[in-house]
């Protein structure tokens, strides 16, 4: 999956010139976070909800409430907003751009083709991606359990499900307790909760959680 196919668009975006209170309200209005900054066609830096709402005077102590509301009516987006923008093109792999915004903290990366603004992937988008990865609006039997790090055992796994009349909904696999096994976290249909762990026993360490969920 690439940044292009769960990309928003089209991206909503602001001039530099425009008052912080202006931006906010048309964030608020779009139910929006965050929006690149562009100026003459070119991206020059992305704004947020919390640079906005965090944008005061300097030295508003002293002044009335009148004052201080005056001044923020003059802050310019340019004035608060980031400078240095993270950017990806929209053929990088999703999980490419979900490492980048963990590992940079942020929450919203602008999408580019040739150096033009066609997107903006946020951390929103992603949680859809692993709603959908886990398969949680889906009903079925969800199996947590530890599995040896050995070739073959997860092919074992999934063929002893499908002998037996099962179908996947999702598969995913996570860190194991040490190098010597791994996590797999699968949800499937057509098997009742105890048949499943008759089932995957032979081939797990230990059963983490089973339930039936979700819809």
Known sequence: MLVRERMSQ???TVK?????????????KENIRRTPVIDSG?????ISD???LNASPSD??????????????????????????ITVEENTPIE??????????????PVLRDRQLVGLITETDLFKIFLELMGAREMGVRVAALVPEKRGELAAITQAVAAAGGSFISFTQFSGENQSNRQVTFKVSGLDEATVIEIVLPFVERILDVRLCCN
């Not at 530099?16 to 608020?28: F, G, Q, S, V, Y």
């Not at 070119?42 to 992305?46: F, P, Q, T």
Request: charged share 25%.
């Open 96 to 109: 490419e751009v979900a490492r980048i915004m963990a590992d940079s903290k942020i929450g919203g990366v």
């Open 10 to 12: 089209p991206v909503i």
């Open 42 to 46: 070119k991206l020059v830096g992305i």
């Open 16 to 28: 530099p010139d425009l008052p912080i209170m202006e931006a906010l309200n048309l964030m608020k």
């Open 50 to 52: 919390k640079d906005l």
């Open 60 to 85: 508003a102590t002293s002044l009335s409430v009148w004052e201080i509301n005056y001044l923020l009516s003059q802050i310019k987006v340019k004035q608060v907003m980031s400078k240095k923008v």
